[in-house]
């Protein structure tokens, strides 16, 4: 059943909204804007950061299946490893407070550990078509079927290093998505509402609540994100970190980054422990202090 929303845009809240006030908005919603999320120094420094890298990669997917070729768009840039590419995103953004306090709040009580599924920058260009509609936990086939009711198996903050607006891909969202009865149900674009926001802003929602980027019918705007995405840490996330980051760049993040990236064992509630060496925590292997 596709419900029209109840809402009919998203709530922003300033940088100073308390991690209570956060997640009742995205428990009701779906999803916020957090405005000022980062700086326009971080902006700055984390696009010089990978402008080489944006330079040398060419729109459109080489996924071999055609799906997912849409999914990733024809116009559209998507560039991982950003913790091996930008000392802005590994030392700042990866390890901001209201990220991790956010996360603590969400993923602790309900599944005891989480850690980063990917962060990559996705720059819809012009041209590009919207996206196919979906949930972001449909990359973890069985939470579709328990729907609502489901544990929360993925957070995205999805941050805006450009403006975005309606016309130059803004991503859609159908706010109250994340109640709906039937998770095989992605709604229709017309109850889709665009997340505009300003280069800094992050639109932080739930893996529960259906979105796509946008259409980019500006002509010459190319609108750039970064989505930065978490799961439990029970979960196999989209980028294998521990076989791309190098262990010496390992070494210099904090401890509770290294968890996230997977350079740590995970403890979800009732497991005595994963990802682990000779049943002893992987940083201990690996040499890390703490
Ligand atoms: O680029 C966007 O606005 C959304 C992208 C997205 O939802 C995804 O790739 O999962
Ligand atoms: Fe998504």
Redesign the pocket.
């Known amino acids: 059943m596709t419900v029209t929303p109840d809402v009919q845009s998203l709530q922003s809240v300033p940088r100073d909204a308390s991690v209570e006030e956060i997640l009742a908005i995205v428990a009701r919603d779906g999803g916020v804007i957090l405005k000022n999320f980062l700086t326009q120094d971080q902006i700055d420094r984390f696009n010089a950061d990978v402008e080489p890298a944006m330079e040398a990669l060419r729109p459109g997917s080489t996924h071999e299946n055609e799906i997912v070729q849409a ?1 990733h768009g024809n116009n559209t840039k998507r560039l991982t490893n950003l913790v091996t590419l930008s000392p802005t995103f590994r030392d700042e953004i990866i390890d901001k407070d209201l990220v991790h306090d956010l996360c603590d709040a969400t993923f602790l009580e309900e599944s005891g550990t989480y850690w980063m599924t990917t962060a990559q920058v ?1 720059e ?1 260009g012009p041209g590009n078509d919207a ?1 196919m509609l ?1 949930r ?1 936990l449909e990359n973890w086939f069985p939470f579709i079927g328990m729907g609502k009711a489901g544990p929360e198996v993925a957070l995205n903050f ?1 941050i805006a290093f450009t403006d975005f607006t309606e016309e130059n ?1 803004a ?1 859609r969202v159908i706010p109250g998505s994340n109640h709906w009865d039937d998770y095989e149900d992605r709604g229709t674009p017309e109850a889709t509402v665009p997340a505009e926001m300003e280069a800094g802003d992050a639109l932080f929602f739930s893996g529960k609540t259906v ?4 259409a980019n019918r500006s002509g010459n705007e190319f609108r750039r ?1 970064v ?1 930065f995405a978490l799961n439990p840490g029970f979960l196999t996330g989209e980028e294998a970190y521990p076989f791309l980051v190098d262990l010496e760049v390992a070494k210099s993040l904090s401890p509770r980054v290294q968890r996230l990236l997977g350079f740590r064992s995970q403890y979800p509630i009732g497991s005595p422990g994963l990802w682990q060496v000779d049943y002893a925590d992987l940083g201990d292997h690996l040499g890390l202090d703490g």
Request: aromatic share 6%; glycine share 26%.
């Open positions: 999914f996705i819809i996206q979906h972001d999805l891909g991503t979105h796509g980027g946008g994100a989505a």
